[in-house]
């Protein structure tokens, strides 16, 4: 076999090519193979070289994805696997370590995992501090995750008080499950408790509504790329900020300490 080169998995966060990490960045300059879906690669189409190949996949391709990944690096090439967000976090890194691991190459051939910002994180640094305590992330996309799975998750986080954060929230063909998603929230949640659905933060067509719970599911701007956020019980939003309390109100005096440190 010949000597294999070196796959790295890269996050490219939410779009725009101002949140990648240096480290990231570096990574791809050095890769002479650039696999991902399509739109990931318009989006960093801008630093890629002339020489490096570009070898862009369409949605639903992600087996064949990780493979050809698999296969190029197997002939000595340095392959850079891109996925956006985080590459952890509903993307490739999984699936390809689960077919090397079916291949029998697991430890042999070289693997570096480099974050990325995913789109929750960027939403959040959008609106103010929607996620400054405990939260989840439940995607409502039932094609590799049983419907019946997603209602018990959506269940136990509206009853434990979590933020909730909802990722792929329609599509062309699921059309009511959004909806759906609702109203087993309201079962637990209060109608007005606020909301904020983000597209495209970032990136020049971005777009933010914040709404309440009830409302979610009222507005046309809504696709698979669309993250929705649906506060706790101690969330609220002001003119400018959508907050979730993190608790130090109740523990300290802040007028004390702002006299104490002359604020």
Same mark, same amino acid.
């Given at each position: 076999?010949?000597?294999? *080169? $070196?796959? @790295?998995?890269?996050?490219?966060?939410?779009?725009?090519?101002?949140?990648?990490? $240096?480290?990231?960045?570096?990574?791809?300059?050095?890769?002479?193979?650039?696999?991902?879906?399509?739109?990931?690669?318009?989006?960093?189409?801008?630093?890629?070289?002339?020489?490096?190949?570009?070898?862009?996949?369409?949605?639903?391709?992600?087996?064949?994805?990780?493979?050809?990944?698999? /296969?190029?690096?197997?002939?000595?090439? $340095?392959?850079?696997?891109?996925?956006?967000?985080?590459?952890?976090?509903?993307?490739?890194?999984?699936?390809?370590?689960?077919?090397?691991?079916?291949?029998?190459? @697991?430890? $042999?051939?070289?693997? /570096?995992?480099?974050?990325?910002?995913?789109?929750?994180?960027?939403?959040?640094?959008?609106? *103010?501090?929607?996620?400054?305590?405990?939260?989840?992330?439940?995607?409502?996309?039932?094609?590799?995750?049983?419907?019946?799975?997603? /209602?018990?998750?959506?269940?136990?986080?509206?009853?434990?008080?979590?933020?909730?954060?909802?990722?792929?929230?329609?599509?062309?063909?699921?059309?009511?499950?959004?909806?759906?998603?609702?109203?087993?929230?309201?079962?637990?949640?209060?109608?007005?408790?606020?909301?904020?659905?983000?597209?495209?933060?970032?990136?020049?067509?971005?777009?933010?509504?914040?709404?309440?719970?009830?409302?979610?599911?009222?507005?046309?701007?809504?696709?698979?790329?669309?993250?929705?956020?649906?506060?706790?019980?101690?969330?609220?939003?002001?003119?400018?900020?959508?907050?979730?309390?993190?608790?130090?109100?109740?523990?300290?005096?802040?007028?004390?300490?702002?006299?104490?440190?002359?604020?």
């Amino acid at each position: 076999m010949k000597e294999s *080169g $070196k796959i @790295t998995v890269i996050g490219t966060g939410p779009g725009d090519i101002g949140h990648l990490s $240096k480290k990231a960045l570096d990574a791809i300059g050095e890769a002479e193979v650039v696999i991902g879906y399509s739109s990931y690669l318009r989006q960093i189409g801008g630093i890629l070289r002339e020489d490096q190949r570009k070898m862009p996949f369409n949605m639903k391709d992600e087996i064949e994805r990780c493979e050809t990944v698999v /296969e190029r690096s197997l002939e000595g090439k $340095k392959v850079a696997l891109i996925s956006g967000g985080d590459a952890g976090i509903y993307g490739m890194s999984g699936l390809l370590l689960e077919i090397i691991d079916k291949k029998s190459l @697991t430890g $042999k051939v070289p693997i /570096e995992f480099i974050p990325g910002i995913p789109a929750f994180c960027a939403v959040s640094a959008t609106i *103010g501090a929607p996620i400054a305590n405990d939260f989840c992330v439940i995607s409502l996309s039932n094609l590799l995750t049983p419907w019946q799975d997603i /209602e018990k998750r959506l269940r136990a986080a509206s009853m434990g008080n979590f933020v909730i954060i909802i990722y792929n929230p329609k599509s062309k063909r699921r059309i009511e499950g959004l909806t759906t998603a609702k109203n087993i929230l309201l079962e637990n949640i209060e109608k007005d408790r606020p909301a904020a659905i983000a597209n495209a933060v970032t990136r020049p067509d971005e777009e933010i509504i914040i709404t309440t719970l009830e409302n979610i599911d009222n507005f046309d701007i809504v696709t698979m790329n669309t993250t929705i956020i649906v506060g706790n019980s101690d969330t609220y939003v002001n003119d400018l900020y959508m907050i979730t309390k993190r608790g130090y109100g109740n523990k300290y005096d802040l007028d004390k300490i702002k006299k104490r440190s002359k604020i």
